[in-house]
């Protein structure tokens, strides 16, 4: 495998996952009652709108075809989402924790593919950004949680 086709996979995989997350921050922004959550979860899905965008770019920039759309896993995530909310007395609760475990995943991938030494500085750059963003969405929505139960 090329070594352009090596980092666009990589790429293309965290690209999914945010197609996820976009989904995912707005069906829970859909799910919510709290005007404040329904802006975070916004914003996030804005956020990650906006990774995807800049990840798109660099699968480009390396000659590769960037994926279109999520994961099935994603929309089965999201469906649970929905789902779980329709049965938990404290939905706004439910839907938080399941939004902090899809970023805990996005997180992990994120590190899974920053340990790899041999990318390049500028997508070293972009993934390190993203990651801590991530990481500070889930430390907000863990004070958000606490917040609400």
Do not use: C
């Not at 799910?31 to 979860?41: A, G, H, W």
């Not at 914003?43 to 759309?69: C, H, N, Q, V």
Request: aromatic fraction near 8%; hydrophobic fraction near 35%; proline fraction near 2%.
């Amino acid at each position: 495998m090329k070594f352009t086709e090596e980092i666009s996979n990589k790429l293309n995989e965290l690209l999914e996952k945010n197609y996820d997350a976009e989904k995912g921050y707005l069906n829970a922004a859909d799910n919510v009652e709290s005007s404040t959550l329904k802006i975070f979860f916004k914003r996030r899905a804005t956020e990650r709108s906006e990774f995807a965008k800049e990840l798109r770019t660099e699968i480009l920039r390396y000659g590769e075809d960037p994926k279109d759309s999520g994961s099935f896993k994603g929309a089965v995530h999201r469906n649970w989402m929905s789902l779980k909310s329709l049965f938990k007395s404290n939905d706004e609760e439910a839907i938080l924790e399941e939004a902090i475990r899809g970023e805990e995943a996005s997180l992990e991938e994120y590190n899974e593919v920053l340990k790899d030494r041999n990318l390049p500085p500028s997508i070293d750059q972009m993934l390190f950004k993203q990651r801590n963003a991530i990481q500070a969405a889930i430390n907000t929505e863990k004070v958000h949680e606490e917040l609400v139960s």
